[in-house]
């Protein structure tokens, strides 16, 4: 059974720096393409950033140069350092994995998708 439980969140100030987790289990991160998305209170949820079994990475334009996602094979665990939090950063933060073809193809807002319960950004100005 696929499970995926974020952590990490939490309340900041502009310019500062959190980390999110996503430990996975029921399957092996390593082969498989993640992704970190976001939703904010109003709008839709959007893409943040993938990452796939090479560790090739994409990432929104809105947080080039401040995120970055990566993962631990041994902790089976997905991550996100996000750097230089600006106040529209702020969101619930999910954690996501195709549920067909998830090997080959990341994770979109259009696919079918396994989802976290979401861990809550504050960013304060």
């Known amino acids: 059974q696929v499970q995926l439980v974020e952590s990490g969140g939490g309340s900041v100030q502009a310019g500062g720096s959190l980390r999110l987790s996503c430990a996975a289990s029921g399957y092996s991160v390593s082969i498989y393409c993640m992704g970190w998305f976001r939703q904010a209170p109003g709008k839709e949820r959007e893409a943040v950033a993938t990452i796939d079994s090479n560790r090739s990475t994409t990432y929104a334009d809105s947080v080039k140069g401040r995120f970055t996602i990566s993962r631990d094979n041994a902790k089976n665990t997905l991550y996100l350092q996000m750097d230089s939090l600006k106040p529209e950063d702020a969101a619930m933060y999910y954690c996501?994995?195709?549920?067909?073809?998830?090997?080959?193809?990341?994770?979109?807002?259009?696919?079918?998708?396994?989802w976290g319960q979401g861990t809550q950004v504050t960013v304060s100005s």
């Open positions: 996501a994995r195709r549920q067909v073809g998830g090997i080959r193809y990341c994770p979109s807002t259009s696919t079918s998708n396994y």
